[in-house]
């Protein structure tokens, strides 16, 4: 399925980018860019971790937990 590598990768952005977020001095322009490139990863991560659980094993479990994280 295609949803799986933009899951990945949007997961793997979201590590750099909050990594990124963290070190650099807050309030400064590196940090509100890796800050927001973080939110919009974990956005696409999220909802394509819930469009793959649909279906899946353990759906009951994997879709609210796509949508929490989504939320938080």
């Known amino acids: 399925m ?4 933009i899951h990945v990768f ?3 952005l979201g590590l750099v980018s909050g990594t990124v977020a963290l070190f650099a001095a807050k309030g400064a322009r590196l940090h509100r860019k890796s800050g927001m490139l973080l939110v919009y990863a974990m956005l696409t991560m999220s909802a394509c971790a ?3 659980a ?3 094993a353990w759906a009951a479990v994997n879709i609210p937990a796509a949508l929490l994280t989504a939320y938080r």
């Not at 295609?2 to 590598?5: K, Q």
Request: no cysteine.
């Open 2 to 5: 295609t949803l799986l590598p």
């Open 10 to 12: 949007a997961a793997g």
């Open 50 to 52: 819930a469009v793959l």
């Open 54 to 56: 649909v279906g899946g």
